[in-house]
């Protein structure tokens, strides 16, 4: 079982949609969770960590955590093409290494 | 403020080669990791290093090391190259090494032939 799992997609949205990308994790003792964003031939970027059950809003990004299922979510509202890339789930315990999924696609169709 | 930078941008090395890649973290962070990505894959996690001392390794032969300076700034160097340490060599800088959030450098892209 890999540790952080992501589908790889791609996950295809309509501009204006709402896009949604799912991760599970395997280690119950971890303690933050975060998601990057990664364009082509780029490094990622930071869009949103969250640490507490629920949801954490930053703009058109919500971030939904749920420790008991082992389950992470990023809703991204009014999707634009620009916001096609591949985004990562990454999770870390209490200790030094951040661990990262695959990745998953996405596809915003203007 | 300047964000974590990372040279070279690109390389191309020939197999058995050794190679050198350097990273210098966000100002006030004590702490890098390194992660190397092969394409379609998620980063692996290489190194963490804090205050200058290794704090974690990855599941990666012996031909990666690296260290950390007193400036907080680190190599991350492979020896004995394989046509598979093709790769972004990425460097991430944090506060600390423990739940920090981590933040990415442009990354180095390596091509060995």
């Known amino acids: 079982q890999k540790e952080v799992e992501q589908n790889s997609g791609p996950l295809s949205v309509p501009e204006g949609a709402i896009a949604s990308l799912n991760c599970t994790y395997s280690?119950?003792?971890?303690?933050?969770f975060f998601w990057y964003r990664q364009y082509s031939g780029k490094s990622p970027e930071l869009i949103m960590f969250?640490?507490?059950?629920g949801d954490k809003e930053d703009g058109r990004f919500t971030a939904q955590l749920n420790k008991a299922s082992q389950y992470v979510s990023l809703l991204i509202r009014d999707s634009q093409p620009s916001d096609s890339a591949t985004y990562l789930c990454?999770?870390?315990?209490?200790?030094?290494?951040?661990?990262f999924g695959a990745g998953t696609r996405l596809f915003v169709k203007a | 403020d300047a964000g974590v930078t990372q040279s070279p941008t690109h390389l191309i090395k020939t197999r058995g080669q050794q190679v050198t890649l350097r990273c210098s973290p966000i100002?006030?962070?004590?702490?890098v990791s390194w992660y190397q990505q092969v394409l379609g894959q998620g980063p692996q996690f290489i190194f963490q290093?804090?205050?200058?001392?290794?704090?974690g390794r990855g599941n990666f032969p012996d031909r990666f090391s690296a260290r950390q300076f007193p400036n907080y700034s680190s190599e991350l160097n492979v020896n004995a190259l394989l046509l598979g340490d093709s790769a972004l060599y990425l460097c991430?800088?944090?506060?600390?090494?423990?739940?920090?959030?981590?933040?990415f450098g442009e990354g180095s892209w390596l091509t060995v032939v």
């Open positions: 991430a800088s944090s506060l600390g090494y423990q739940g920090d959030t981590i933040y």
């Open positions: 280690d119950r003792g971890s303690q933050s």
């Open positions: 969250i640490y507490s059950n």
């Open positions: 990454a999770v870390k315990g209490g200790g030094f290494k951040t661990i």
């Open positions: 100002s006030g962070h004590k702490s």
């Open positions: 290093y804090y205050e200058k001392e290794e704090r």
